[in-house]
Structures are given as C-alpha cells and as structure tokens.
C-alpha cells in the first residue's frame, strides 16, 4: 500500500507540474471561477485514480492529493488577513488591516455549537478545536472568494488557506470529518475536492461520521 500511494502522490505531481499558467491579461470574475471549476473537475478525475481510502494512513496521502490539486487563487489583500479567534467549526474573525470580518468557511458545514435555536449538536465541540488547533490567534491566512463574497449575515464568505505552510482549512475539516459539506450554487468552486474527502471520509470512517454517525444528530 505505501508503495502504492507513493506511486500515486508522484503520478499526481507529475501530472501537476505539467499544468502551464499563461496570464496575458487579468481574467474576469468569471473566467476565475470557471478555472476553479476546471480544477475541480481534474480532482473528480482523481478519485477514479485512488481508488476507495479505507484508513487514516491513506486519508492523509489523500489529503495532501487534493491541497495540491486545488490550487489557491486567494484574493490579495493590502493587509495580511489575520486570524483573532474561532467562532465555531465553520467560522472565524479574521483582521484585515484596522478591520475586525466575521468569516463564514464556504462549501462546508460543522455540527452547530452557537446557534440559539437549536442544541450543541453531536462532533460541534471537536470541530470548533479542530478549527482552533488550525487557526489558532495570530495566524496569517489567505482568502479566495467564490462568486458572492457575502452572506445575507454579512459574513465574507471564503475558502481559507494557512499561510504558513498552505493548508487548505476548509478541506482539512471534511477530509478528518469534522464537517459535512454544504453546496450552494454558484459558491461551488470546489465542491467536487470537498465531496471527495468527504466520501474518504464517511469510508474510514472519522470524526462525525464514526462518532455520531452522521450530521445533525444532537450530542449526548
């Protein structure tokens, strides 16, 4: 098996570093998101090459698989992004040079915590450490918005990369099943790499799915 996904993980980054970026001028917004869909679609492919993971060992290769093939297109920021505290599972406030932003996680979903009408659900404390362990106070984060960038709470809605070493957050969290993912058109930049790690996922199976056997179950 490890030779196996040694194997894999090369066939992968060949594959990768064979991709040529030709910028002859600064692409439309939805030129943007239509790569990001073409990105998406090569981490489909994907799931054909590595067959069923069926233990941690391989979620992991399969992890580092899918940061690499979705390529962060984070939006520039004239200040770093920065990291206050975590919210929940699936949100964070972030500074933004003098300005405090409340950020929604795109694409995913973790088991509530803050919601006043409903109950702490089932894996929402783990999730809200996992997402703490990740993006504890003072880290620097890229940001790269889908097609709206807000949300009708006015929370910047982002898929969110750790600077420092490139992980994608929002992947990290389905991937250890920490959250469900939650697709809603035309915010579906990476909804195929976010419904492949959840498939790993719930085949492991980890976090919520082993635990709680599903979302929105309440905890115990």
Not at 27 to 37: F, I, Q, T, V, Y
Not at 65 to 76: E, F, G, K, M, R
Request: glycine letters at 6%; charged letters at 20%; aromatic letters at 6%.
């Amino acid at each position: 098996m490890c030779s196996q996904n040694n194997l894999t993980y090369e066939a992968t980054m060949a594959t990768t570093t064979r991709t040529v970026h030709r910028a002859h001028r600064v692409p439309s917004k939805l030129e943007r998101h239509n790569a990001r869909r073409r990105q998406s679609a090569g981490v489909t492919a994907l799931i054909g090459l590595l067959g069923a993971v069926l233990f941690v060992g391989s979620l992991s290769l399969f992890v580092l698989i899918l940061n690499t093939v979705a390529q962060n297109s984070a939006t520039p920021y004239a200040a770093e992004p920065t990291v206050i505290e975590t919210i929940d599972g699936d949100t964070i406030d972030v500074r933004i040079g003098y300005k405090r932003q409340r950020i929604r996680l795109l694409g995913i979903d973790t088991p509530e915590t803050k919601d006043p009408r409903k109950p702490v659900q089932c894996f929402g404390r783990e999730a809200s450490e996992r997402t703490e362990e990740l993006l504890p106070p003072g880290t620097i984060v890229r940001l790269e918005h889908d097609i709206e960038k807000h949300d009708a709470y006015n929370r910047l809605l982002a898929y969110v990369w750790r600077a420092s070493d490139g992980l994608f957050v929002n992947l990290d969290l389905v991937a250890g099943g920490y959250a469900d993912i939650l697709s809603i058109p035309p915010n579906t930049a990476h909804a195929d790499a976010f419904r492949a790690a959840m498939t790993a996922a719930k085949a492991t199976p980890v976090g919520l799915w082993a635990t709680c056997g599903g979302p929105d179950k309440p905890a115990s």
